[in-house]
Structures are given as structure tokens and as C-alpha cells.
């Protein structure tokens, strides 16, 4: 019945087979990830400083280890309340979403959106005076 309604069922088109995987993708022109315990997060002016997994953000990591760090938006990169001084480490690199959002907060040359900054090892930043 569906059949003459909507008429037959279209086969997919044939897609490109490649023998790439997502891994060859992820792995051209980046710097392998660091491994479990190679990462951490010093907050210089707070005297913390704080193991984290791979890929974890400086929002998270600051929440986690009990360093005040506004977030208005919850991490969702449209308040620039998460702004951070880079001080020294491997993080990911900006994305244009958090340099517009930064390009509205933005005091020094080495700041970052917290929550959208992500730890690749070993990592140090300071935190600004936060409103709250
Ligand atoms: S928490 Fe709002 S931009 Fe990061």
C-alpha cells in the first residue's frame, strides 16, 4: 500500500570506498595525543594545580578542582565569562567560535574561553578576578 503512495524504495547511491579510517584522518598534521597522567592544569594565582584526562576543558578542570571560574552560558561559548590567561602548555587550538566570542571579553593576547579550551598536557593559566 505504501509503495504505490510514495512509490518505490530509492537504493542509495554508491559512496567512495577509501581504506582511510577515522583514526588516519584525526592523526594527519596533529601531534599525538598525550597519554592518561600526562596532563594537568596549574592555576598559578590560585596554588592549584590539578590532574586531568586528555582532552578535558579548563572550565571543567577549574570546577573540578575547586577554582572559581564563571561560566554564565554553562559552556556553551556565547558569554565570554570563562575568560582565562594562557600562560604555558599544549592546549587545543582556538576554533572561529570562541575567537568571536573572545574578540568581545578579550584584555590580553594570551586569553582563552575556559570551556573551550581543552588540556593537552601539562598546562598553566592564570585565573582573572571573577564577578560574581
Ligand atoms: S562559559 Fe560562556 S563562553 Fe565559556
Redesign the pocket.
Known amino acids: 500500500m505504501f509503495g504505490k503512495l510514495f512509490g518505490k524504495k530509492k537504493e542509495p547511491e554508491a559512496k567512495p570506498v577509501t581504506e582511510a579510517t577515522p583514526d588516519d584522518w584525526n592523526r594527519a598534521d596533529k601531534p599525538a595525543p598525550a597519554a592518561e597522567g600526562d596532563c594537568s592544569i596549574s592555576f598559578e594565582n590560585h596554588g592549584v594545580t590539578h590532574p586531568v584526562k586528555p582532552g578535558t576543558s579548563i ?1 571543567d578542570a577549574a570546577l573540578d578542582a575547586g577554582v572559581d571560574l564563571n ?12 575568560r582565562i590567561i594562557f600562560v604555558s602548555g599544549n592546549v587545543s587550538e582556538m576554533d572561529d567560535m570562541e575567537e568571536a ?1 573572545l574578540s568581545v571579553v578579550e584584555e590580553t593576547d594570551d586569553d582563552r ?4 579550551t581543552k588540556i593537552l598536557g601539562h598546562v598553566v593559566v592564570t585565573v582573572p578576578p571573577q564577578d560574581f
Not at 561560566?71 to 561559548?77: A, D, I, L, Q, R
Not at 574561553?113 to 573551550?116: A, S, T, V, W
Open positions: 572550565l561560566n554564565y552560558c554553562g559552556g556553551m561559548c556565547s558569554c565570554g565569562s570563562c566570542t574561553l575556559g570551556c573551550q
